[in-house]
T-cell receptor
Framework: QKEVEQNSGPLSVPEGAIASLNCTYS??????FFWYRQYSGKSPELIMS????GDKEDGRFTAQLNKASQYVSLLIRDSQPSDSATYLC?????????????FGKGTHLIIQP | EPEVTQTPSHQVTQMGQEVILRCVPI?????FYWYRQILGQKVEFLVS????????KSEIFDDQFSVERPDGSNFTLKIRSTKLEDSAMYFC????????????FGPGTRLTVT
């Protein structure tokens, strides 16, 4: 059974600094990894997807994947108070199709103004 | 931008009653999912649906749950006899095709069983 592990936090970061979020996963089958942002009482919002080893950048967000170490991370540069949320790491897609996503518990990020 | 929609936003029901949660996936999407999130806990996969049949289901998705695509736009989750522990947020998600892995979530239905 797939497991995704995240530090639940809270992780407190000053405004303008870099927030670093980490995630490890248990299986070597998953081929796709995602970071979702979830504000309190709201649904998960997809912010980054990564499929290959290395870095992927999108605006202030950079996702990093190391399949050999079974490790995924998310960097948020120039952190803003609006980035305060719970960040969910998830993996799925061992072969495409209709695979359900396996979520971690999420890291609660607080950006201090 | 197209979105997944869900109704109702909040449903209150008594234990033992049947509830139907409704979702309208993004129009050109082919794969549909239900997830739930009990308050304070992680998002859990329930079931996936493709080509009018269940593709995958989790251990949570037992005989009291069923899914249906009654027409070309709606996707429903039925809970036959609700229990207190069914109280949770239920999220519908969809993705476009076999190759894509990215799932997009609806706003959720908060189900409260009393």
């Amino acid at each position: 059974q797939k497991e995704v592990e995240q530090n639940s936090g809270p992780l407190s970061v000053p405004e303008g600094a870099i927030a670093s979020l980490n995630c490890t996963y248990s299986d070597r089958v998953s081929q796709s990894f995602f970071w979702y942002r979830q504000y309190s009482g709201k649904s998960p919002e997809l912010i980054m997807s990564i499929y290959s080893n290395g870095d992927k950048e999108d605006g202030r967000f950079t996702a990093q994947l190391n399949k050999a170490s079974q490790y995924v991370s998310l960097l948020i540069r120039d952190s803003q108070p609006s980035d305060s949320a719970t960040y969910l790491c998830t993996g799925g897609g061992s072969g495409g199709g209709a695979d359900g996503l396996t979520f971690g518990k999420g890291t609660h990020l607080i950006i201090q103004p | 931008e197209p979105e997944v929609t869900q109704t109702p936003s909040h449903q209150v029901t008594q234990m033992g009653q049947e509830v139907i949660l409704r979702c309208v996936p993004i129009s050109n999407h082919l794969y549909f999912y239900w997830y739930r999130q009990i308050l304070g806990q992680k998002v859990e996969f329930l079931v996936s649906f493709y080509n009018n049949e269940i593709s995958e289901k989790s251990e949570i998705f037992d005989d009291q749950f069923s899914v249906e695509r009654p027409d070309g736009s709606n996707f429903t989750l039925k809970i036959r006899s609700t229990k207190l522990e069914d109280s949770a947020m239920y999220f519908c998600a969809s993705k476009t095709d076999l190759v894509s892995y990215e799932q997009y979530f609806g706003p959720g239905t908060r189900l409260t069983v009393t």
